[in-house]
């Protein structure tokens, strides 16, 4: 695997690069779109600050929590108040629309190419967005989707419909848009009731989130077909002049996407790795012939592109 002493960085707003890379998506035969969780905090989804505070603000006067993720490990003390904080985690990370409108300019860049996407994103905002499901491989889980805490058998649950009851159930608003209202001068409730914490059909356990935390993560028949399409899309392309577009990935999980991108760009001497990406922005100089790396916000770039 290549070093980090064997790395080159490159510099950010340069407009022949960015000028390349519209030139490139405009000829290659296929693009595959690596993103990681920068390219969601382009598109406006912060777990800090305002947002954080406007959702939880009785959490955090109660448990001191500085941000949103952290919040989600808090060992509560009763699963009706750890699904009351987790039910506003899931609505707003999931199934309301993104802030900013990134993932749209992406789905217009790609929309009439041959496109696959590998992401570790779970708040399913390329569908949303409008890319192919068909063409989606999330290998994290998704913040949809439950699964039994043992788990007992490998099966999600989608819990769009429960979760919107179990935010209506403390108070809050949902209006015609599907975003989540605080009302004003009311106390919302930091706890669901117990009729609606969710429980295993099989061993009746605890549910938890279909989420890549631990040994118990549960990947289901759709993650396997979903795996499949991933890898027959490489396949038929191989030795094609396919670009790898990594976007927001950083150093946490490497070996999914970024090394992965790296190797196959380097045995495939038709192939194009391009990385945008904000202080992350770099690549082996094995492959710095065939590399376009662009050093800023993923959003602002890709209006330019």
């Not at 927001?248 to 760009?265: R, S």
Request: aromatic residues 14%; negative net charge; proline residues 4%.
């Amino acid at each position: 695997m290549y070093s980090k002493t064997a790395t080159m960085r490159y510099t950010s707003g340069c407009c022949d690069d960015i000028m390349r890379l519209k030139e490139e998506l405009d000829t290659v035969d296929a693009v595959v779109i690596g993103a990681g969780s920068g390219l969601s905090t382009s598109a406006g989804f912060s777990y800090t600050g305002g947002r954080f505070q406007r959702y939880f603000g009785d959490f955090i006067e109660k448990y001191g929590f500085q941000d949103m993720y952290s919040g989600g490990f808090y060992p509560f003390e009763s699963l009706e108040e750890h699904w009351a904080y987790w039910s506003r985690y899931i609505y707003i990370n999931r199934y309301m629309a993104a802030p900013k409108p990134v993932y749209n300019r992406l789905y217009e860049l790609v929309k009439n190419r041959d496109y696959f996407v590998l992401t570790t994103n779970v708040d399913h905002q390329f569908q949303r967005a409008g890319f192919d499901k068909h063409r989606l491989f999330y290998t994290q889980g998704d913040y949809g989707l439950w699964q039994c805490s043992v788990p007992c058998h490998h099966e999600t649950y989608d819990n769009g419909a429960s979760v919107r009851k179990m935010a209506e159930a403390q108070g809050f608003i949902i209006n015609e848009n599907d975003e989540l209202i605080v009302p004003e001068g009311k106390n919302l409730r930091m706890g669901i009731p117990s009729e609606l914490v969710p429980y295993c059909p099989h061993c009746h356990k605890p549910m938890t989130m279909n989420l890549r935390c631990d040994m118990t993560f549960v990947q289901d028949k759709g993650w396997y077909e979903a795996s499949g399409r991933y890898e027959d899309f490489l396949r038929r392309h191989k030795n094609q002049h396919i670009l790898f577009l990594e976007l927001g990935v950083g150093g946490n999980t490497p070996v999914i996407i970024k090394y992965p991108f790296w190797w196959m760009t380097a045995e495939d001497p038709k192939a194009l790795y391009a990385c945008i990406n904000t202080g992350e922005a770099y690549a082996p100089k094995e492959i710095a012939d065939r590399t376009i790396c662009i050093n800023g916000d993923i959003g602002e770039v890709l209006k330019q592109v």
